[in-house]
């Protein structure tokens, strides 16, 4: 792992990062059959003996392994452990964590299988054979947490003998990723690759590996110069040598790091914090180019960088800082690009290409949803943003081709790809937004923290949220409830640093009288008394906690961990109302094998009629729109498009109706069973008349009781990921979790109500393009 794979932009705690990795099912990957197991016979078809029949096809044709396994979309992460994140030498089970990190990494990015492998040697011909011999059972290898030199005899031994892909990504993916960073920050300077003069602080893996790849781009060898911690690497320099330094000694007078910057137009930091001096800096050409890429702390601070020079342009390996140098812009779609045309190496065209790619992605126009996450701050190309942020949706469709066209013109590629256009759009299929859409509303509330009232603040797990909360730079987390017990229960959870949380006792706080009679003038004509209203404020943290946002005390509210939802709902109506022209209603989210589907009504409408479930539907459709989506809406029934003709379904024929009144502007049809709704080969065989153009991803349930059932289901048996169900409508930002919601759950749903309270701010003009 390199240093800007380390997450340096959220604080988390041991123990935090622990119950993530022992909860449930314990580590962070499984196996998940492709193929139904369900009877005998589909056992016999897998297995024996069905199994024989691919076996002798792969005999007689080795390359026909990727057409019957999954061999093709199957990455090895393979490590010794020996230089393991800022740890060291672990050793090959520790390693472990990180090495299943990085295949999740592969997944979430590139839909790329991902098997971690740990070889427990240290010798290198071991490692090499051991590697070697398993290579056959994937489509790419890549090394990972390797110390040097060993790991370049590793990479250039296994591209010798293996014929599918090996990538040290601690080096080669460090190289693209600054290189294209590179491309950008000379352009903008009107600068050549060429013309500059190029000073490497670091030889290690990483710098060795940006030494090469600039020359390999165009730089001149003499004009590229590397030091070690004794220096520049100069030729005919015999201390702390190797044969991959001395490729990279250069002809030059200079002797230390300092001496070298001086003058220079580029500055790479691959070393270790405050290894550039403000002097440094200051020495430097015009409009210096520097590259601080250690990690956690970078070699120079950007603040103080850009006060001795102010026309520096600077990246580091942080988050924090614009232009982050971050190794997951490359590794899963080089490797994407390399598996579909099934390449047998990743060579320097390659690296080169992928290089341009990202750089080139950096100039187009940023999209709404990417620019989203930066408080609406338009992310455009210059100094500060040279290269596209982790989550740009729009990687998947660009990098992955333009390493394909490299491999196809470089001689690697052995199943050349015909249509490019065609590929895109696989590609663009491949990942599902949601996921990119959720990391957005966090990026964007850390950018414009709020403050959150956890209504049920006594609660462990209220507790535990808020601290995550906090320590995740989300805003000022509230927790309602008795002082005392609080801190009791923060202690002893071993937590007693309670900085940064505010705890408010309903009972003894300054604003229950203006609450009170707050809720009084709205429910004094509902049968409500003022003592009635008094009791409510001081004895209902639900009611409380609604009272600080409708007063603007807060700006979103989290709760449900002790009461139904139901119960719950109500008692924050009393003082909240819908959104105008807005129904209240609950939308589940569904995410299962990179596929998203949106479910409503699934907490408020008993027996909608149609107007309501026109309504539903319309902003169904939108919260679907805002995350990411084009919908397809279906309006569910037992009955499909009047088979069988029974009265129970005409609600759902007449919203139909209603919607074709309103003239909506997405996708919408019905009345339609699941089976059809969802799978677009029998909606087309049998009804092709039906108006969605895919699959639907907005399904309009008929009824609560079948909406809540169906989400309950799912969410216990459907192997999937469950988000919700989310409150949409109310006029102030307000979630609801199920009572056996996880801390993770209520961190997700707590970012989320925050996000709604970004965008109550927005603009009119802009809230669109904010959702």
């Not at 070393?271 to 020495?283: D, K, R, V, W």
Request: proline share 6%; net charge neutral; aromatic share 6%.
């Amino acid at each position: 792992m390199t240093d800007a794979e380390r997450g340096n932009g959220t604080s988390i705690t041991r123990e935090e990062a622990l119950e993530l990795h022992r909860r449930g099912r314990t580590g962070k990957i499984e196996v998940v059959p492709t193929k139904p197991l369900t009877t005998q016979r589909d056992l016999s078809l897998a297995y024996s003996p069905g199994v024989a029949y691919p076996c002798l096809e792969i005999r007689e044709d080795p390359d026909r392994a990727y057409d019957y396994t999954a061999k093709g979309n199957l990455v090895a992460v393979v490590s010794n452990g020996t230089a393991v994140l800022g740890l060291g030498r672990l050793g090959a089970l520790a390693s472990k964590p990180v090495m299943e990190g990085k295949a999740v990494l592969f997944k979430r990015f590139a839909d790329i299988d991902g098997i971690d492998i740990e070889v427990a040697t240290e010798d290198v011909d071991a490692f090499v054979d051991a590697v070697r011999l398993i290579a056959p059972t994937f489509g790419g290898i890549n090394l990972e947490d390797i110390k040097a030199p060993e790991c370049f005899v590793i990479e250039q031994r296994l591209c010798e003998l293996v014929d599918i892909p090996v990538f040290h990504d601690d080096q080669h993916g460090t190289a693209i990723i600054a290189a294209a960073a590179l491309i950008n920050a000379l352009d903008i300077t009107g600068r050549s690759l060429r013309d500059v003069r190029i000073v490497i602080n670091g030889a290690g893996a990483a710098g060795i590996a940006c030494a090469e790849l600039l020359k390999a781009m165009g730089a001149r060898p003499d004009h590229v110069i590397l030091c070690d911690t004794r220096g520049v690497i100069y030729r005919g320099r015999e201390e702390g040598m190797n044969q991959w330094k001395s490729a990279h000694a250069a002809d030059v007078p200079f002797r230390t790091l300092e001496e070298a910057v001086r003058g220079a137009e580029v500055l790479f930091g691959l070393s270790q914090a405050g290894a550039f001096t403000p002097g440094m800096i200051a020495s430097m050409a015009a409009k210096p180019i520097v590259f601080a890429m250690a990690n956690p702390d970078p070699e120079i601070r950007p603040e103080v960088a850009k006060a001795v020079r102010p026309d520096v342009i600077i990246a580091t390996g942080r988050s924090d800082y614009p232009n982050q140098v971050n190794n997951v812009l490359g590794f899963p779609y080089i490797f994407r690009g390399a598996l579909d045309v099934r390449a047998s190496a990743i060579n320097e065209a390659m690296k080169i290409a992928a290089a341009y790619a990202i750089a080139a992605l950096a100039r187009e126009e940023v999209p709404d949803e990417v620019t989203a996450a930066y408080a609406g701050r338009r992310l455009r190309y210059g100094p500060e943003y040279l290269i596209p942020t982790p989550f740009d949706p729009r990687l998947i469709t660009h990098v992955p081709p333009a390493v394909a066209r490299a491999a196809m013109d470089s001689g690697v590629a052995r199943r050349p790809i015909v249509d490019m256009e065609r590929y895109r759009a696989q590609l663009r299929s491949r990942l599902d937004p949601a996921a990119s859409r959720m990391q957005a509303i966090i990026d964007r509330v850390k950018a414009q923290p709020k403050r959150v009232v956890f209504a049920e603040g006594e609660e462990e797990k209220s507790i535990k949220a808020a601290l995550a909360f906090r320590n995740s730079g989300l805003g000022t987390p509230i927790l309602i409830g008795r002082e005392e017990r609080i801190r009791e229960t923060a202690q002893a959870m071993g937590q007693v640093d309670l900085t940064g949380i505010e705890i408010h006792n309903a009972r003894l706080s300054e604003h229950n009288r203006s609450y009170a009679e707050y809720l009084y003038a709205r429910q004094q004509r509902n049968g409500l008394l003022f003592r009635d209203c008094q009791r409510l404020v001081n004895q209902d943290r639900n009611v409380f906690a609604a009272c600080m946002l409708a007063r603007g005390h807060a700006d979103a509210m989290i709760t449900g961990l002790t009461r139904n939802y139901r119960t719950a709902l109500d008692n924050i109506r009393l003082v909240l109302d819908p959104r105008p022209g807005r129904r209240v209603f609950g939308v589940t989210m569904m995410v299962a094998r990179g596929r998203t589907v949106f479910i409503a009504d699934t907490t408020v409408h008993e027996l909608p009629t149609p107007q309501d479930l026109a309504d539903i539907a319309i902003q169904t459709a939108r919260f679907a729109r805002a995350m990411g989506f084009t919908p397809r809406v279906a309006l569910l029934s037992f009955a499909t498009f009047g088979n069988p003709p029974v009265e129970k379904a005409a609600r759902v024929r007449d919203a139909v109706l209603e919607l074709d009144r309103r003239e909506v502007d997405f996708e919408y049809d019905g009345e339609m069973a699941p089976d059809v709704a969802l799978d677009y080969e029998l909606m087309k065989t049998y009804y092709p008349f039906c108006r969605l153009s895919g699959p639907a991803n907005v399904l309009i349930m008929p009824a609560l009781h079948s909406a809540h059932i169906s989400a309950k289901l799912l969410q216990h048996l459907g192997g999937g990921t469950v988000i919700g169900p989310l409150l949409v409508g109310l006029e102030r930002p307000v979630q609801i979790v199920p009572m056996n919601a996880t801390v993770s759950d209520m961190l997700n749903m707590a970012a989320i109500a925050a996000h709604d309270a970004i965008v109550e701010e927005t603009p009119p003009q802009l809230r669109a393009a904010a959702e």
